[in-house]
Every structure is written in structure tokens, then in C-alpha cells.
């Protein structure tokens, strides 16, 4: 025996992780706003993929809105989004350009990084750690 699964089995519990990882995107913002609008807004919210209201913490956007210049307001679209591929096992991906760029403004992420392929790579750790530190502004998007 080998201990590996049966293609059979293996296509049926792909599927089933499908299934679990589109419940756990649910709660992914579907349509993504500009930080100026979210500024504007009394309760500042985005409907979810599963229909569900997602809340801004009115304190972190308006600590983004002092670290970042004015023209990125308009630009910048709320969450961040950080992607996890599940072929690649310690890291997770941006492909926002002005989200990396307001990252590095901001001191999150190094300047030294680029853009290679419409993807910007970094550790799971660091999109964690960002995450925690501007809470209902950043998530993960399971792959």
C-alpha cells in the first residue's frame, strides 16, 4: 500500500475541499470600495460574497487616510486582499498594485519588492501580521 489515496478518492475529496474553502470564502467582500467612499460613510460595510455585511473599523481607515497621500484614497479599494495558493505552501500573493504601493507606504512591506507577473509574493507570516495589525481592512482569500 501505498498511502496515497485512490485517484477515485482523491477527486471526490478535491471536490469536498472545494465545497469547504467556497463556505470560507463567503465571508470575502464581493464588491471592493475606495477608501474614500468607506471615509464617508456613517458604518462603513461591504456586502459579502455569501451576502452577509462586512464592517470597517472607522478608526484603521482613518489611520490609513493620514499615512496615505490623497491620491491613493480614490484608488485604494477596501479590503486588501491576500491569496493563498495551495501549491505554494509558506506564502500568499497580492495582485493590487496600489495595495502594494499603500503597503510600502506605509511600511508594511519593503519598497525593495515588485510586481513580477501581476503578482506581488510574500511570506504567510508577514500578510498575517498586517492583517492583525489593521484589523477589517485586510483578508485572505483561501485558493
Not at 482523491?10 to 477608501?35: C, H
Not at 500568499?92 to 499603500?102: I, P, R, Y
Request: net charge neutral.
Amino acid at each position: 500500500m501505498s498511502g496515497r489515496l485512490p485517484d477515485s478518492d482523491d477527486s471526490i475529496l478535491m471536490r469536498w475541499v472545494r465545497v469547504e474553502i467556497g463556505k470560507i470564502n463567503k465571508e470575502i467582500v464581493a464588491e471592493r470600495k475606495p477608501l474614500s467612499q468607506l471615509l464617508k460613510e456613517d458604518i462603513p460595510s461591504a456586502k459579502t460574497k455569501g451576502g452577509d455585511d462586512h464592517l470597517f473599523d472607522k478608526k484603521v481607515l482613518e489611520v490609513l487616510a493620514e499615512q496615505l497621500p490623497s491620491e491613493l484614497h480614490d484608488r485604494l479599494r477596501l479590503p486588501i486582499l491576500f491569496f493563498l495558493d495551495n501549491r505554494v505552501e509558506d506564502s500568499s500573493f497580492l495582485n493590487d498594485e496600489t495595495a502594494v504601493k499603500a503597503l510600502q507606504i506605509m511600511g508594511e512591506l519593503s519598497m525593495l519588492r515588485s510586481f513580477e507577473k501581476g503578482k506581488l509574493w510574500v511570506g504567510k507570516s508577514i500578510a498575517y501580521s498586517i492583517m492583525k495589525k489593521y484589523p477589517t481592512v485586510i483578508q485572505i482569500v483561501m485558493g
